[in-house]
């Protein structure tokens, strides 16, 4: 299938989206500044992210951190903080641990280029070409989620798009419509047509400024593409957690800084084995994660979460300690805290959803005393 198309046409095509960019796009904060560590923040957070649930993490972040080496300097649990509930924390680690490079080593100023924006930490061919082409006008074409369904739309291609890599055939296809004379406002184009005109679902073909390129709408075919390999179905983790109260504070544990949900806090617990029952596996996991013997109570809740490789189920109980001294085996750190000070740490969202419950369940169960003293 041929999928070149000739200069008057590339001309034409690309003045076109341009024309309907610049009277339909949507205002989005980030599209007013021209700071690029500000389109920065905004690519890394929009990566596996909707724009509607960026928004308000996009104005608290910044607000917060509102250049380079505020970001800097920040300790990594504030940086997590004020990220919690976006999820996918690898994203923000890579973004503060890239801060921290640029201003030790690069006395703090960001790059222009796309090869160098690529050497630093969590920044890829999406993130690397995004920068230097809506910052500093680099030609560099950007292909994410909705461009590849633009592309494939428009050339009938059949490379399955949740396993074709940026730089492969779509790469190709995004680099001979760039305009190499508004690259960073033709990549946005491009993105901004395939979230609000060339939709997964019925796209909008009669509003679209390229249909007249479009071979998926000369032929009717719209809805057979993009291609996608089946998803295989993710496997579910029984998870038993224990909320550890002890003298009205409660046990926390923060998990090592590397790999999921790194650096964050949570509750001690663990996989279910096959031979035993939630409130056993709960005692068990408490004893051999932080070395403490306890009373499992009532069951709290039960949380269902979907992480992008595996669901999980967590039940959560309410636990009495009894005796023994914290040992840590698997997280780097633990607190003893007030339920009210909860609020001051970041959390998983999985445990986020049981949070308001932790206080009164432990009233319900087990009373509103102290609890004991034990010998720690
Ligand atoms: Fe997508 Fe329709 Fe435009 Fe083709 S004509 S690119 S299918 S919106």
Redo the contacts with the bound molecule.
Sequence with gaps: MKRELTPDQLRDFRKRLLDWYRRHRRILPWRRTRDPYAIWVSEVMLQQTQVKTVIPYYRRFLGRFPDLAALAHAPLQEVLKVWEGLGYYTRVRNLHRAAQRLVRENGGALPAAYEQWKQLPGVGEYIAAAISSIAFQQPCAVVDGNVK??LS??FLCDEPVNRSPSSGVFGSLADQLLDRDKPGDHNQAMME??AT???PRR???P?????G??R??REGV?GR?PVRLARTALPEVSVAVGVVHREGRVLITQRREKGLLGGLWEFPGGKIQPNESPAQACRREIHEEVGLVVEVGTRIARIKHAYSHFKVMLQVFSCRYLRGKVRLKGPVNFQWVWPEELENYPFPAANRKFLPLIQQSWERFFGPDDGPGGDE
């Design positions: 369904r633009v739309r428009l047509l395939g005109v060339c939709r796209p909008l073909c509003r679209c400024p390229v249909r390129y479009c998926a709408f719209q593409y």
